[in-house]
């Protein structure tokens, strides 16, 4: 079975400023790929970074990149140069082929400071 | 950019009755999903349907769920009998299998069983 934990429901970053958003994980499968995904006040899940577990670089998608340590099942999203747009609900998941779905954290809501 | 589509947005129903949700996945992906996610609460698989056949469910996609996909383009969720607990908002997803991409949601149908 997977989990995805997110331990922290908010956080606030000032414009500008950088933040980091917690997320660990636990999986028995080997090939595995995480998720960060948005969702705005709309409600939309937005994909916004993926990982390969079998990659060790970190992935970056412009301002976002995660830090993720594989042996440590940790999966971190770092905003940089954060907007008043980044506010947002922000869950991490994890997928596998195996049962090809997404086991989803409780998300954390991210709040930013004009 | 392809995208997914849900109909309606926003669904009203009265406690008992059936309800369908639409869904057009991505034309060329192959994995079809429902998730749900109850006002403030994280987001729950339901089920994943490839080949025209539900590959996995969660348990609480009970005999009060069914999904097909009549038309080869239209994915639908139909709910029998609503309680007020499926009061909910209802995302499908769509993925290629085997493809790290994740899965794209819809912007989802906000379910509210009166």
């Known amino acids: 079975a997977q989990t995805v934990t997110q331990s922290q429901p908010e956080m606030s970053v000032q414009e500008a400023e950088t933040v980091t958003l917690s997320c660990t994980y636990d999986?028995?499968?080997?090939?595995?790929?995480l998720f960060w995904y948005k969702q705005p006040p709309s409600r939309q899940m937005i994909l916004v970074i993926r990982?390969?577990?079998?990659?060790?670089q970190n992935a970056t998608e412009n301002r976002f990149s995660v830090n993720f340590q594989k042996a440590a099942k940790s999966f971190s999203l770092k905003i940089s140069d954060s907007q008043l747009g980044d506010a947002a609900m922000y869950f991490c998941?994890?997928?596998?082929?195996?049962?090809?779905?997404?086991?989803f954290g409780k998300g954390i809501t991210l709040s930013v400071r004009p | 950019e392809p995208e997914v589509t849900q109909t309606p947005s926003h669904q009203v129903t009265q406690m008992g009755q059936e309800v369908i949700l639409r869904c057009v996945p991505i034309?060329?992906?192959?994995?079809f999903y429902w998730y749900r996610q109850i006002l403030g609460q994280k987001v729950e698989f339901l089920v994943s349907?490839?080949?025209?056949?539900?590959?996995?469910k969660s348990e609480i996609f009970d005999d009060q769920f069914s999904v097909e996909r009549p038309e080869g383009s239209n994915f639908t969720l139909k709910i029998r009998s609503t309680k007020l607990e499926d009061s909910a908002m209802y995302f499908c997803a769509s993925s290629r299998r085997g493809d790290p991409e994740g899965a794209f949601f819809g912007q989802g149908t906000r379910l509210t069983v009166v």
């Open positions: 999986t028995s499968e080997s090939d595995y790929y």
């Open positions: 998941a994890s997928y596998t082929g195996a049962n090809s779905k997404l086991t």
């Open positions: 349907f490839y080949n025209n056949e539900i590959s996995e």
């Open positions: 034309s060329n992906h192959l994995y």
């Open positions: 990982q390969e577990a079998y990659k060790q």
